[in-house]
């Protein structure tokens, strides 16, 4: 899995021109305050504001020792 696509879909809440005021709005240089979903012709995609989703945990308690066994 790549954290750095090249195909990444268009947020305010990822773009450098925006900053995030709370869960659901973002204070856009361009346009005010705005959705985090909104995206405008500005978008320029900043890697570090993009939180990956956590990876799957590994479920222990439903594993046996036959599941290791070949």
Do not use: W
Request: charged share 30%; net charge positive; proline share 9%.
């Amino acid at each position: 899995m790549k954290l750095f696509r090249k195909n990444m879909d268009p947020r305010c809440a990822y773009c450098m021109r925006g900053q995030q005021i709370n869960d659901r709005d973002v204070m856009c240089v361009k346009r005010g305050i705005v959705p985090v979903e909104h995206h405008c012709h500005a978008f320029r995609y900043d890697p570090l504001k993009r939180i990956p989703p956590r990876p799957a945990t590994l479920e222990e308690n439903h594993l046996k020792e036959s599941d290791f066994s070949l």
